[in-house]
């Protein structure tokens, strides 16, 4: 099994909802990643857990909540979101960087399209 | 900061030929970097790593170089097909980070025509 699988595909959200997007992978990475994806733009990092740790938060609003249950599992919860939030947000996972090995490639999900209204 | 550069114009070739997209880096030597594909609406898909000290690297009809004198690698596909037609991305894990985030660049569009 190769795959990151993201749920829901697509998610239309108010402003005052509190909605979760979800991201699993069984390839037995430690790595997991969240990015935002606005059109015609690259993906941009928001964060990522290393060996179930945060590892890094690129400054991501508090309205964004990272969760990681288990090295298989990954969570963003959303709360009160703007308008200018809606993106494809995208889940990633790597094998993890164990010392000696700088290079790994990142496996992405199909990404949950997030339109906020 | 770190900055990666791709040709944001859309390439657009005939089916048979040989497509060539350009990414541009500054500012610091990455220790390798990542080519992906991305189809509308879907997540990137890992295509290909070159390292620093590899100065070319193929896979099927795929072939990466990697020029750390110009800070240029250039992605080749032979004998494209209108299959091939995606945004092509590159990446290069920033610095200090401990490889954990990859900078993307902004993706060329290549559309193969039949």
């Known amino acids: 099994d190769t795959e990151v699988t993201q749920t829901p595909k697509h998610l239309v959200m108010g402003m005052t909802n509190k909605k979760s997007l979800k991201c699993e992978q069984h390839?037995?990475?430690?790595?997991m990643y969240w990015y935002k994806q606005k059109a015609k733009k690259p993906p941009e990092l928001m964060f990522v857990?290393?060996?179930?740790?945060?590892?890094i938060n690129e400054s991501v609003p508090s309205r964004f909540s990272p969760e990681c249950p288990n090295s298989s599992l990954l969570n963003l919860h959303l709360h009160a979101l703007q308008p200018e939030d809606s993106a494809l947000y995208l889940c990633?996972?790597?094998?993890?960087?164990?010392?000696?090995?700088?290079?790994?490639?990142?496996?992405f999900g199909q990404g949950t399209r997030l339109t906020v209204v | 900061s770190q900055k990666i550069e791709q040709n944001s114009e859309a390439l657009n070739i005939q089916e048979g030929k040989t497509a060539t997209l350009t990414c541009n880096y500054t500012?610091?030597?990455?220790?390798?970097l990542q080519w992906y594909r991305q189809d509308p609406g879907r997540g990137p898909v890992f295509l290909l790593l070159?390292?620093?000290?590899?100065k070319e690297k193929r896979k099927e009809r795929l072939k990466v170089t990697f020029d750390t004198t110009l800070k240029q690698s250039l992605f080749h596909i032979t004998a494209s097909q209108p299959a091939d037609s995606a945004t092509y991305l590159c990446a290069h894990p920033a610095l200090n980070t401990g490889f954990q985030k990859l900078v993307f660049g902004t993706g060329t569009r290549l559309l193969v025509s039949p």
């Open positions: 070159i390292r620093e000290n590899e």
């Open positions: 857990y290393s060996y179930e740790k945060l590892s």
């Open positions: 500012n610091y030597s990455p220790a390798y």
């Open positions: 390839m037995g990475h430690r790595a």
């Open positions: 990633a996972s790597s094998q993890g960087i164990p010392p000696g090995r700088q290079d790994t490639e990142a496996f």
